[in-house]
C-alpha cells in the first residue's frame, strides 16, 4: 500500500493492455524480455512502474500514441514529489499520499476529533501525549504537519469530509477548557463549510455499527481505488480489497442512519461548549 492511487490504476491499465493483446504473462514477459514475476508484481501494483516501464510496455504492446502519451503521463504522476515530503520524518507510512489525492474522505472517530478538524493547541495536547519521550522539537515538528494538513480542506476543489464522532469526544477535556471551548468552536465553523459533513453519535445510541473503533474511508472516482484505514499502535492497516472496503462503507453508513442529523449535531456541539 506504499504506492499512490495514480500508480494503482498504472498497474490496472498495463494489465488491461495485456489482455486486450490477447497476452498470458508468460507470453508477454517473454515479448518484454522480463520475467513472469516481475510483470506480475507490476500488474499487481507490489512493484512500481517507472516512465521507461511504460514505454517498453507501449513498445511491445504497440499502444496508440494518445494512450501512450496519457499512460506515460500518469507514471510521471505517480512519481511526484507532495507537500508532505518536506515532513519525511514526521509522515513514516502512505496515508497523507493517499489522503491528498482522496475526493472523499469519510471517518469514524471515537477517542479525538480528525486531525483535518485540530486546533493547533489540541493537537499539540494529543501528540504530546503520543510522545512522552519526545522533546519540544519533535512534537513541533508533529504539530506544524498536521496544520499543513489541515489546508487540503481549503485548497481549489477540495475533498468532501464526512466526520462522526462519538459524542465522548466532545466531553473528553484535552488540555483544559478554553483549549477544548476553541477547538469545539472550530468545530462547528468547520461544520458549516459546504465540503465538511459534521455528525455526533449519542450515547443513548447505545450498542451501535462502530463498536469495533475508529476508522478512515478514502475514496476516489473510480471505486476500484478506494482505502479503508485504521491507525494502530504497533502499526497502520490499509484494508484495499473491494469486498472488505465495501464493509467498512456499509458499517459507517449505519453508523451515520444512528448519528444526530447534522444540524441537531451542531446543537450538541454548542452546548458542549457551555459546560
Not at 504506492?3 to 498495463?14: D, G, K, P
Not at 472523499?104 to 503520543?130: C, F, M
Request: proline share 4%; glycine share 6%; net charge negative.
Amino acid at each position: 500500500m506504499q504506492n499512490t492511487v495514480r500508480q494503482r490504476r498504472l498497474a490496472r491499465e498495463i494489465r488491461a493492455l495485456r489482455e486486450t493483446a490477447g497476452w498470458t504473462t508468460t507470453e508477454a514477459a517473454a515479448h518484454l524480455s522480463w520475467s513472469k514475476s516481475r510483470l506480475n508484481r507490476l500488474e499487481t501494483g507490489v512493484a512500481k512502474l517507472t516512465e521507461q516501464d511504460v514505454i517498453t510496455i507501449c513498445d511491445v504492446y504497440g499502444v496508440t500514441v494518445p494512450v501512450r502519451a496519457a499512460l506515460i503521463q500518469l507514471a510521471q504522476d505517480g512519481t511526484r514529489r507532495g507537500w508532505w515530503t518536506a515532513y519525511s520524518d514526521v509522515f513514516a507510512g502512505s496515508y497523507v499520499g493517499l489522503e491528498d489525492e482522496a475526493h472523499v474522505i469519510k471517518e469514524w472517530g471515537v477517542q479525538l476529533v480528525p486531525g483535518l478538524l485540530q486546533t493547533e493547541d489540541y493537537a499539540r495536547e494529543v501528540i504530546s501525549a503520543g510522545l512522552r519521550d519526545g522533546d519540544a522539537e519533535q512534537v513541533h515538528r508533529r504539530v506544524m504537519a498536521r496544520m499543513a494538513r489541515r489546508t487540503l480542506l481549503g485548497r481549489p476543489n477540495p475533498p468532501t469530509l464526512h466526520a462522526v464522532l462519538d459524542e465522548a469526544v466532545l466531553h473528553r477535556p484535552i488540555g483544559g477548557q478554553e483549549v477544548m471551548r476553541e477547538q469545539l468552536r472550530t468545530l462547528l465553523i468547520a461544520a458549516r463549510k459546504p465540503n465538511v459533513t459534521v455528525q455526533v453519535l449519542p450515547f443513548t445510541a447505545g450498542i451501535h455499527a462502530g463498536m469495533d473503533g475508529a476508522y478512515i474511508i478514502l475514496e476516489y472516482p473510480n471505486p476500484a481505488d478506494d482505502v479503508a484505514y485504521i491507525a494502530g499502535t504497533v502499526g497502520d492497516v490499509y484494508v484495499d480489497n473491494p469486498d472488505h472496503v465495501k464493509r467498512y462503507k456499509v458499517s459507517f453508513e449505519r453508523i451515520c442512519e444512528e448519528a444526530l442529523t447534522p444540524d441537531a449535531s451542531e446543537v450538541m456541539i454548542a452546548q458542549a461548549m457551555k459546560e
